[in-house]
């Protein structure tokens, strides 16, 4: 029996789940690019290392396509296994929360914000196989959008401790950090970690998720200020903005002043000039 009483139309259409396009093409794409770099090694070994992976050397003599090849490529098998289950469990919910279009702007950025870490924080010489970095990006935004989620708990000893979304993803970046301090050479993973964590965090911020940075609060002061400011008359602006400077003037001189205050005599001398 149906609630409410009505047949269905032709037109009706029966709700289904939303699929993880986008999560599982990218799955299915780093298994088939892995496959094919593993080929690329035994056909020629070193062939990966020098012209597909991401190198300071590399870009200098004009590889450019190594933008694009870099961010698909993993060091083993275990890399792959690793950031394939931390891709699905994480991009899951991340993808149903953010959608598809902007879940996939969102590993790509996470991938390219890992290749410029890479290239900014290590040396020349060392090749990136940066498939962590689009991995990371969506898990440092799964941080930011559910940072009190409880992803594990234990007890140690007689206390409850739980890992949340925020932990876990805190936990990855002080790894990432101290890999980066102790391995500086040769073929690299880790590397791309600190530049996806980064772009992961911006793009969450900029759908609007997590707490506002101090950027974004001072940004949004200033504004309030202005917007105060613009809402006085001159006489009002003269009481309450300008007196109090003037007697800061004469107590401790011009140089006093900040550049903020001095800003504030620009906008005096302005609204008295628009009044006259």
């Known amino acids: 029996m149906r609630l409410s009483g009505r047949k269905p139309s032709s037109f009706t259409r029966s709700w289904r789940p939303r699929q993880r396009l986008v999560l599982l093409t990218l799955i299915g794409f780093n298994v088939a690019a892995f496959a094919v770099q593993l080929f690329l090694e035994v056909y020629q070994p070193g062939f990966v290392s020098m012209f597909v992976g991401l190198s300071g050397e590399g870009i200098q003599n004009a590889y450019a396509w190594q933008f694009l090849t870099a961010p698909f490529l993993h060091t083993g098998p275990w890399h792959l296994l690793g950031n394939t289950l931390l891709l699905y469990i994480l991009g899951r919910d991340v993808e149903c929360i953010v959608g598809q279009r902007h879940f996939l702007f969102l590993y790509l950025t996470g991938a390219l914000g890992g290749e410029l870490g890479h290239l900014f924080l290590m040396p020349a010489a060392t090749v990136l196989l940066g498939a962590s970095g689009g991995v990371a990006?969506?898990?440092?935004?799964?941080?930011?959008?559910?940072?009190?989620?409880?992803?594990?708990?234990?007890?140690?000893?007689g206390w409850r401790l739980r890992i949340t979304a925020?932990?876990?993803?805190?936990?990855?970046?002080?790894?990432?950090?101290?890999?980066?301090?102790?391995?500086?050479?040769?073929?690299?993973?880790?590397?791309?970690?600190?530049?996806?964590?980064?772009?992961?965090?911006?793009?969450?911020?900029?759908?609007?998720?997590?707490?506002?940075?101090?950027?974004?609060?001072?940004?949004h002061q200033r504004k309030m200020t202005t917007e105060r400011y613009q809402q006085m008359n001159a006489e009002q602006f003269m009481a309450e903005e300008v007196d109090p400077l003037l007697e800061k003037i004469s107590r401790e001189g011009l140089r006093s002043l900040s550049r903020g205050e001095r800003r504030i005599l620009a906008m005096a001398r302005e609204k008295l000039a628009a009044n006259s």
């Open 137 to 157: 990006a969506v898990m440092m935004a799964y941080a930011a959008i559910l940072p009190e989620l409880e992803l594990a708990a234990t007890r140690f000893f």
């Open 166 to 219: 925020k932990h876990f993803a805190y936990g990855m970046m002080f790894i990432a950090v101290a890999l980066l301090v102790m391995a500086r050479r040769g073929t690299l993973m880790h590397s791309a970690y600190m530049g996806g964590c980064a772009a992961g965090w911006l793009y969450a911020h900029l759908l609007g998720f997590g707490r506002a940075s101090l950027v974004q609060r001072t940004l």
